[in-house]
């Protein structure tokens, strides 16, 4: 089915971006705002502009029924996600697909398959994509995980298991001590969820490279 009307459930600089590339391929563009944003640059620049709601996100660009109803209301054949928000909630992207909208990316059961890295980690390799040296560790434990870090050795950087991003990545390195904590307790101590432990250089820019992080070498 052809796209004429893309709803955009994101703000800022990726709205933006999406509605240059819909101007391009000619495709109407509606973006979405809570109360503060009514004058930002995205809800300005789209062919319409609809409110979802107060300042707070769980309220407005978290709200899936507002987003549905707003793609609803505007006539919206398809929505995309942007990056973050709902960009990978398996959820949401059912919901467009109850409502019978267009999700731009991919199926819910692709998104729940894929949300947690550890999981992703293992179906890539079953697969037989290329993947980061390294193990996961059957024991999740602390203990466990402590003693898959001292496998891995030097330098590792450890990740949530779970939720994009990289606001909890830590660099620790071994027989240094790093924030008044051991390298293998900071791990430990910042992983208190499931980890995959990877070997694989470390660099500046290796931080942010695209692989199912967990703790790295």
């Known amino acids: 089915m052809p796209i004429r ?13 999406v509605i240059r590339a819909c101007r391009e391929l000619g495709i ?15 809800a300005l620049a789209a062919d319409r502009s609809i409110p979802i709601g107060p300042a707070p996100a769980a309220q407005s660009y978290l709200s899936i029924p507002r987003i549905i109803e707003a793609a609803q209301t505007s006539g919206a054949d398809a929505i995309h996600p942007g990056y973050g928000f709902l960009s990978e909630n398996a959820a949401f992207a059912d ?3 109850t409502a019978g909208i267009v999700f731009v990316g ?9 949300g947690s890295k550890i999981a992703s980690r293992r179906l890539a390799n079953a697969a037989g994509v290329a993947i980061v040296p390294g193990e996961t560790p059957a024991d999740q434990s602390d203990v466990g995980v402590r003693t ?7 330098v590792r950087l450890p990740k949530r298991f779970r939720r994009p991003g990289a606001r909890r990545q830590r660099r ?9 904590a051991s390298s293998i307790d900071l791990i430990t101590s910042r992983c208190r969820c499931s980890a995959t432990i ?12 695209p ?7």
């Open 172 to 180: 620790s390195v071994t027989g240094r001590s790093t924030r008044s």
């Open 5 to 17: 009307r893309l709803l955009i459930a994101n703000r800022g600089e990726i709205a933006l971006r």
């Open 106 to 114: 991919p199926p819910a059961a692709v998104i729940a398959r894929m």
């Open 148 to 154: 898959a870090v001292e496998r891995v050795g030097r």
């Open 95 to 97: 919901a467009c697909s």
């Open 198 to 209: 990877m070997a694989a250089p470390f660099t500046s820019s290796s931080a942010t490279a």
């Open 28 to 42: 109407e563009t509606v973006a979405v705002h809570s109360d503060v944003d009514a004058r930002s640059l995205h």
């Open 211 to 217: 692989c199912s992080a967990g703790i790295r070498k």
